[in-house]
């Protein structure tokens, strides 16, 4: 009778083997290298029965948290560093450096033009954004698309407060113009818990972590030929950049939202002064033939 490694490993072959006639080599690649990762984990750490049946139950409470506005699946993988993982290598070196989606992307932004505001609640803070997207070569792009999304000087998404704040809040489909440049009026986002009501917030309470992120605004970037960018600005100088709750934070995304006094660029930019300002540049990589894959 073979003892318990050598019956583990073999376990482990026929499984390996078992996606062998996977017809896609890249799905077979990826099916087959999980198994083996997966089970050199239990193999390492041994896992009881009820150990094993709580992390079952676990991710079923994960997907049953997930619903048209909630993506706890996106939340797991961005607390787990995850998500900022499969970001980090998959950039090519040639744009402005990606983060994570989040999981708040989950309705279509509203269609706006340059200098139209996100903002649907009147803030006290005002504050414009400026961007240039640009090939990685530094050619401006025109007619990129620019989606962004942020929460309220509050720290909630609009699908966070349905009662409170109206559809579409805090986001903004923007195409850029012959220049790549592209501008909008909103409020400096605050930094925020992410949700910890589900079991992603047991998993932080558990571990003792905090739920917080640093301001930012949230960017999908796409123009043909190039490879879509997802990335944020986070606000300068405020709390949590060093230990952002989904390890997002890069040194080169942390933006200056300087204030400005100067009531002629007040009333170009069709905001009162003071007000905040930041000017940023995004550059997006061409799509090469890996991205076909």
């Given at each position: 009778?073979?003892?318990?490694n050598?019956?583990?490993q073999?376990?482990?072959a026929?499984a ?7 017809p ?6 990826l099916l ?22 709580y992390a ?10 997930c619903d ?14 995850v998500?900022?993982?499969v ?5 090519q ?21 340059s ?6 609640l ?6 414009v ?9 530094g ?27 109206p559809?579409?809040n805090?986001?903004g ?16 986002p605050?930094?925020?818990p ?6 992603v ?24 030929g ?8 986070f606000v ?5 950049l ?15 939202f ?7 660029k ?12 930041a000017e ?10 890996k991205?076909?894959?």
């Amino acid at each position: 009778m073979p003892g318990t490694n050598e019956a583990a490993q073999a376990i482990t072959a026929a499984a390996v083997d078992s996606f062998r006639d996977t017809p896609d080599p890249r799905l077979r690649e990826l099916l087959q290298g999980l198994v083996r990762h997966l089970h050199g984990y239990v193999r390492e750490l041994r896992p009881t029965i009820p150990e094993w049946e709580y992390a079952v139950d676990y991710l079923t409470a994960v997907g049953q948290k997930c619903d048209p506005t909630r993506q706890e699946f996106i939340l797991l993988s961005d607390v787990l560093g995850v998500s900022m993982l499969v970001e980090t290598l998959n950039e090519q070196g040639g744009g402005t450096e990606s983060t994570v989606l989040g999981p708040f992307h989950m309705v279509e932004s509203p269609q706006r033009a340059s200098g139209d505001s996100i903002d649907l609640l009147g803030g006290d803070k005002p504050c414009v954004v400026s961007v240039r997207v640009t090939s990685a070569d530094g050619t401006p792009l025109t007619g990129a698309s620019v989606d962004v999304w942020q929460c309220t000087e509050d720290g909630f998404y609009d699908v966070q407060q349905p009662d409170v704040q109206p559809p579409g809040n805090g986001r903004g489909l923007f195409p850029t113009d012959d220049e790549g440049r592209v501008w909008f009026r909103t409020v400096i986002p605050s930094h925020y818990p992410i949700p910890t009501d589900g079991p992603v917030g047991v998993l932080l309470d558990a571990s003792e972590r905090h739920p917080y992120r640093p301001a930012h605004i949230h960017f999908i970037v796409e123009a043909d030929g190039h490879r879509p960018l997802t990335t944020h600005i986070f606000v300068a100088d405020g709390p949590y950049l060093d230990s952002d709750a989904v390890f997002a934070v890069k040194e080169s995304l942390v933006v200056d939202f300087a204030q400005v006094d100067d009531e002629d660029k007040a009333r170009q930019y069709r905001v009162t002064a003071p007000f905040r300002l930041a000017e940023i540049d995004i550059a997006i990589e061409p799509e090469t033939p890996k991205d076909a894959r």
